[in-house]
T-cell receptor, first 113, second 112 residues
């Protein structure tokens, strides 16, 4: 069945780059997403990438997709303490962007001053 | 723009009671999703609607759980009777065609 795996924890120093990795199993996934969850809040969409793209950049965020290896990464440049949160990788199932999402278990990013 | 609005934000009740969670999706969005988040199981999709019609309810844990969407601007998730293992954060999300899902802030449910 579909599955999304992430490492559980990442700690970096303020100003460094953070790289959060994710692997998925459904080769038919059309879209892959990164969401951010701060304490007591819902999931906030950070960015998403279409499966025929290799890379997407949005300000401090860079998403890399290796479709052959089913590997997705999120790089945050110049990481700030406000970036401390849980980051979820998710894949869509089926061809529509409004269908079911399969989420990873989330990576807790700790940014030390 | 108003995002997805969920109520209540927090609910504490005794086991056996009926619990009703409410969601107002973003205006114009035609898909609505209910999720449950726990430490043990992470984020789970319970059910989703498209144009007010339930499409996939395979994630609903058991018959104690039911969800309705009587119109495009309102949905409820009901648990009757509630049990302590239902304690979790319940999220509602909505989307429009070919656009990503947007989440509400969740309802933190505690069943004593």
């Amino acid at each position: 069945g579909e599955d999304v795996e992430q490492s559980l924890f990442l700690s970096v120093r303020e100003g460094d780059s953070s790289v959060i990795n994710c692997t998925y199993t459904d080769s038919s996934s059309t879209y892959l997403y990164w969401y951010k969850q701060e304490p007591g809040a819902g999931l906030q969409l950070l960015t998403y990438i279409f499966s025929n793209m290799d890379m997407k950049q949005d300000q401090r965020l860079t998403v890399l997709l290796n479709k052959k290896d089913k590997h997705l990464s999120l790089r945050i440049a110049d990481t700030q303490t406000g970036d401390s949160a849980i980051y979820f990788c998710a894949e869509s199932t089926g061809s529509s962007n409004t269908g079911k999402l399969i989420f990873g278990q989330g990576t807790t990013l700790q940014v030390k001053p | 723009d108003a995002g997805v609005i969920q109520s209540p934000r927090h609910e504490v009740t005794e086991m056996g009671q009926e619990v009703t969670l409410r969601c107002k999706p973003i205006s114009g969005h035609n898909s609505l999703f209910w999720y449950r988040q726990t430490m043990m199981r992470g984020l789970e999709l319970l059910i989703y609607f498209n144009n007010n019609v339930p499409i996939d309810d395979s994630g609903m844990p058991e018959d104690r759980f039911s969800a309705k969407m009587p119109n495009a601007s309102f949905s409820t998730l009901k648990i009757q009777p509630s049990e302590p293992r239902d304690s979790a954060v319940y999220f509602c999300a909505s989307s429009e065609s070919n656009q990503p899902q947007h989440f509400g802030d969740g309802t933190r449910l505690s069943i004593l």
